[in-house]
């Protein structure tokens, strides 16, 4: 089975300047994660998607960044205006079903930004 | 989530079996022990999961001790391509998935 599909794989920017991230998810996933990932460090969730409804964006620093998943499928990450502090990879997970502790989450190869 | 402690990394000969410990003194009954772990440049992949019983697959083993405070990841074969950041979390049964930064294990010729 093809796996969670992301793009860009790499992206420079200035500050200020702004940026999106897609995401593909696993055919028949209904649960979509974002996570950002800082060099050295594990990822940290973002924003939980149940097919196109958000179920926890608590970590997402709203004032800059947001993302949506507008047909329930893929969706996209946005950063308007990124800063420094935002340079990380940025990975998308998918999984069937997020409420169930047999539930795998399957990530793609992640989005690595850097920001000049 | 409990939370959990690993060593920062490890060594490993290939061919041997590695031992990855973790510490979760604080976990909870309904909490499950996962493991991950993250190769260069690639997303985390799933290795294994359990809550009282140990577990095997096809990647590894799970060892958790009967007070369920620790567990131990065993990859009975290691081989050049385990070398990854290993992640051990624990889990209720929802969604979070919270990394800490994991066990770093390089796997030697």
């Known amino acids: 089975e093809a796996g969670v599909a992301q793009s860009p794989r790499y992206k420079i920017i200035e500050k200020r300047q702004s940026v999106a991230f897609w995401c593909n998810p696993i055919s028949g996933h209904a649960t979509l994660y974002w996570y950002q990932q800082i060099l050295g460090q594990g990822p940290k969730l973002l924003i939980q998607?149940?097919?196109?409804?958000?179920?926890?964006d608590s970590q997402l620093p709203k004032d800059r960044f947001s993302a949506e998943r507008l047909k329930g499928v893929d969706s996209t990450l946005k950063i308007q205006p990124a800063k420094l502090e935002d340079s990380a990879v940025y990975l998308c997970?998918?999984?069937?079903?997020?409420?169930?502790?047999?539930?795998?989450?399957?990530f793609g190869p992640g989005t690595r930004l850097t920001v000049l | 989530d409990a939370k959990t402690t690993q060593p920062p990394s490890m060594d490993c000969a290939e061919g041997r079996a590695a031992n990855l410990p973790c510490n979760h003194s604080t976990i909870s009954g309904n909490e499950y022990v996962y493991w991950y772990r993250q190769i260069h440049s690639q997303g985390p992949q799933y290795i294994i999961h359990g809550l009282k019983n140990n577990e095997t697959n096809e990647m590894a083993s799970l060892i958790i001790t009967e007070d369920r405070k620790s567990s131990t990841l065993i990859l009975p074969h290691a081989t050049l391509r385990d070398t990854a950041v290993y992640y051990c979390i624990v889990r209720y049964n929802d969604y979070k998935l919270s990394f800490g930064a994991g066990t770093t294990v390089t796997v030697r010729a």
């Open positions: 997970a998918s999984s069937l079903v997020g409420t169930s502790p047999y539930n795998e989450q399957f």
């Open positions: 998607f149940q097919n196109n409804g958000v179920v926890d």
